[in-house]
C-alpha cells in the first residue's frame, strides 16, 4: 500500500483540514455548517478508501453526537479538532473529537433507547451500541472522545 502525503486544504474562517491516507483531521468552529461539511466529508472519504455504506454511515452519525456533546459541554462555535479515519489493521473507523474542556465528562441520561417520548438524550448509547469500548483521554488542552467503529461488513 502506498502511503499518500497529508494534505492540508486552504483554511476558511473556523475550518481547518487536513487530509490523511485513509481519513481526515478538521479544525472547526462548532456550527450546523461545519457538521454537515464534516458528515459529508466522512462519508465521502470512507467511501474512497473502500469502508462499507453501513459503517461510514455509522461513523457519521457517532461524529454527530461526539460534536452535538462537546457543543452543549462547551457551547456554540466552540474550537474542535474532528479525526475521521479507516484504521490501518482494517478493523474499523476511528472517529475522535477534541474539546478544550477537560472537566465536563461525557454523562448517559439515563434515557431509555426504546422510550417513545424522549426527543433527546440517548447518544451516549447510541454510541455504545455502534462503537463499544469508546473512552475519554485527557489532553494538555483538553480532552479527547475516542470511539472505534467496527466494520459492519455489509
Known amino acids: 500500500m502506498t502511503l499518500m502525503a497529508e494534505t492540508v486544504m486552504e483554511a476558511a474562517p473556523g475550518f481547518y483540514l487536513v ?3 485513509r481519513g ?10 461545519h457538521l454537515h ?3 459529508e466529508m466522512a462519508g465521502k472519504t470512507l467511501a474512497e478508501v473502500g469502508v462499507d455504506s453501513e459503517t461510514a454511515e455509522n ?6 453526537e461526539l460534536i452535538g456533546n462537546a457543543v452543549r459541554a462547551c457551547g456554540d462555535l466552540v474550537p474542535l479538532v474532528v479525526e475521521v479515519e479507516a484504521d490501518t489493521a482494517d ?21 431509555a433507547m426504546d422510550d417513545p417520548t424522549a426527543v433527546s438524550g440517548r ?11 469508546w473512552d475519554v483521554a485527557l489532553t494538555p488542552i483538553g480532552k479527547q472522545v475516542r470511539a472505534h467503529l467496527p466494520y459492519t461488513g455489509t
Open 59 to 64: 461513523a457519521q452519525l457517532v461524529a454527530s
Open 19 to 21: 487530509t490523511k491516507d
Open 37 to 39: 461539511l464534516v458528515r
Open 123 to 133: 447518544g451516549l448509547s447510541l454510541i455504545d451500541f455502534l462503537a463499544p469500548g
Open 91 to 111: 478493523e474499523g473507523v476511528w472517529v475522535k473529537v477534541h474539546d478544550p474542556d477537560p472537566v465536563q465528562m461525557p454523562e448517559r441520561s439515563g434515557v
Open 24 to 33: 481526515f483531521a478538521v479544525h472547526i468552529n462548532a456550527s450546523a455548517d
